[in-house]
C-alpha cells in the first residue's frame, strides 16, 4: 500500500508563492503517475495537475497554467507543485495522488489515481 503525505500548505498573501511536497516512505514513487487535486469549500475536487512516472510528461488544468508546476525527484521519492502568482480562488485542499497506470494523460481524471494523500490546506488571502 503506497502512503503519500503532503506538505508545505499555508497561508500567503495574492500573488506569492508556495510549494507543496508530496512524499513517500517505504515505497517508490518512480512507478507511479503522481497527480495533484484540490478542493475547495462547497465544491468537487479537481484536477491541477499531473506528471508522468518518468516524468517526461506533464499536463494542467487552464486555471493553473503558467502559474503551476509540477516536477518529480525519484532519488527523493517526491513529487513537488510549485505554485506562483497565487489568486484568493486557488484557496483549497490540496491532495497528492499516484495511479498505477504510470501516465499522464491531457484529460486528468481522478479515478485515474489509485492512492491518495490527506491533503494540505493552501489559503491565499490579504
Known amino acids: 500500500q503506497l502512503q503519500l503525505v503532503e506538505s508545505g500548505g499555508g497561508l500567503v498573501q495574492p500573488g506569492g508563492s508556495l510549494r507543496l511536497s508530496c512524499a513517500t516512505s517505504g515505497s517508490t514513487l518512480e512507478d507511479y503517475a503522481t497527480g495533484w487535486f484540490r478542493q475547495a469549500p462547497g465544491k468537487e475536487r479537481e484536477a491541477v495537475t499531473c506528471i508522468s512516472s518518468s516524468g517526461g510528461s506533464t499536463n494542467y488544468a487552464d486555471s493553473v497554467k503558467g502559474r503551476f508546476t509540477i516536477s518529480r525527484d525519484n532519488a527523493k521519492n517526491t513529487v513537488y507543485l510549485q505554485m506562483n502568482s497565487l489568486r484568493s480562488e486557488d484557496t483549497a485542499v490540496y491532495y497528492c495522488?499516484?495511479?498505477?497506470?504510470?501516465?499522464?494523460?491531457?484529460?486528468?481524471?481522478?479515478?485515474?489515481?489509485?492512492?491518495w494523500g490527506q491533503g494540505t490546506q493552501v489559503t491565499v488571502s490579504s
Open positions: 495522488a499516484a495511479g498505477n497506470s504510470g501516465g499522464c494523460p491531457p484529460r486528468i481524471s481522478l479515478a485515474a489515481y489509485d492512492y
